[in-house]
């Protein structure tokens, strides 16, 4: 398959401080997506983004869909205890989502 | 609504015992699909139906069986479970189009 690379693998932040992340590929995609994963449930998605250059924020979260249609990033501003989890990137195959390529995940802790 | 609910929580297996993850939606969605995750790995995905009576093979389907004979449900089979299945496996579901995949609280199972 096509592979996702997502990075950083994963990230120590203090609470307040901005967080970026992004995911890269060698091929051309028509969608990026961004989920997020609480401990012991399963992904929920947060952004979805659909075309070149777009850019969706969603609270405090912003995502940005690159030119070039080969890569994304996630930013998280002022993060907060609740931002921890494992962040995913994912594209879809075909014109629907049930069909999803993930990205290895970045694993987020933030201090108090 | 309860969304997509998969059962049970928690397996332990011995090598070459079979067992079923149940997984059910009440969304009345067409899709849905099996994704195991692994450590460091994402999600991968197993099998997918796009409808009742139709399924169709993912990244990772050795050693898995589903069938679909309702909407509402989307059962994984282990013939004879491996060590190498142990994960945490999750079940999605998701409409037509564009809409978002809707994951399961997964099950965590252990082969030894």
């Known amino acids: 398959g096509q592979q996702l690379n997502q990075s950083p693998q994963s990230m120590f932040i203090q609470e307040g401080e901005d967080v970026s992340m992004n995911c890269t590929s060698s091929?051309?995609?028509?969608?990026w997506l961004w989920y997020k994963q609480d401990p012991g449930e399963g992904p929920v998605l947060l952004i979805a983004?659909?075309?070149?250059?777009e850019l969706t924020s969603n609270g405090r979260l912003t995502a940005q869909f690159g030119i070039t249609r080969k890569d994304s990033f996630l930013n998280i501003s002022a993060s907060i205890p609740s931002d921890v989890g494992i962040y995913f990137c994912a594209r879809n195959s075909g014109g629907s989502n049930y069909k999803l390529t993930f990205g290895k995940g970045t694993l987020l802790t933030v201090n108090p | 609504n309860a969304g997509v609910t998969q059962t049970p929580k928690f397996q332990v297996l011995k090598t070459g015992q079979s067992m079923t993850l149940q997984c059910a939606q009440d969304?009345?969605?067409?899709?849905m699909s099996w994704y195991r995750q692994d450590p460091g790995m994402g999600l991968r995905l197993i099998h997918y139906s796009v409808g009742a009576g139709i399924t169709d093979q993912g990244e990772v389907p050795n050693g898995y069986n589903v069938s679909r004979s309702t909407t509402e449900d989307f059962p994984l089979r282990l013939l004879s479970a491996a060590p190498s299945q142990t994960s945490v496996y999750f079940c999605a579901s998701s409409g037509q189009g564009f809409s978002p995949l809707h994951f399961g609280n997964g099950t965590r199972l252990t082969v030894t």
């Open positions: 091929s051309i995609f028509n969608t």
């Open positions: 969304m009345n969605h067409e899709y």
């Open positions: 983004l659909y075309k070149a250059g």
